[in-house]
Nanobody
């Protein structure tokens, strides 16, 4: 079992910056990736935003590449999402996600609201 706790969401004006943090605890040694998904207002699915893979490679959604940066430790026990030049369309609940084998773990989510 893996537990994920996010922090750092909030309200920001367009063009501003926020940093999200996620701390993983429990059986984290065999995690193969950890990262961030988001679900927009009225949306019915969570979309991948930025993923940190075991070994250090990173994946970004096209909509955030160049504005968001994912980082973390080698053990994937902590992951951060630095968000710059935020846009109103970035408004969403952001969820930390970790994958262990074929099992997905999710945090409780943190709200990010960007005003125009």
């Amino acid at each position: 079992q893996v537990q994920l706790v996010e922090s750092g969401g909030g309200f920001v004006q367009a063009g501003g910056s926020l940093t999200l943090s996620c701390a993983a605890s429990g059986s984290t040694l065999s995690l193969k990736r950890i990262g961030w998904y988001r679900q927009g207002p009225g949306g019915d699915q969570r979309d991948a935003v930025a993923i940190l893979n075991k070994g250090g490679s990173k994946n970004y959604a096209d909509s955030v590449r160049g504005r968001f940066t994912v980082s973390g430790d080698n053990a994937l026990s902590t992951v951060y999402l630095q968000m710059h030049n935020l846009k109103p369309e970035d408004t969403a609940v952001y969820y930390c996600n970790a994958v262990q084998g074929f099992v997905d773990y999710w945090g409780q989510g943190t709200q990010v609201t960007v005003s125009s």
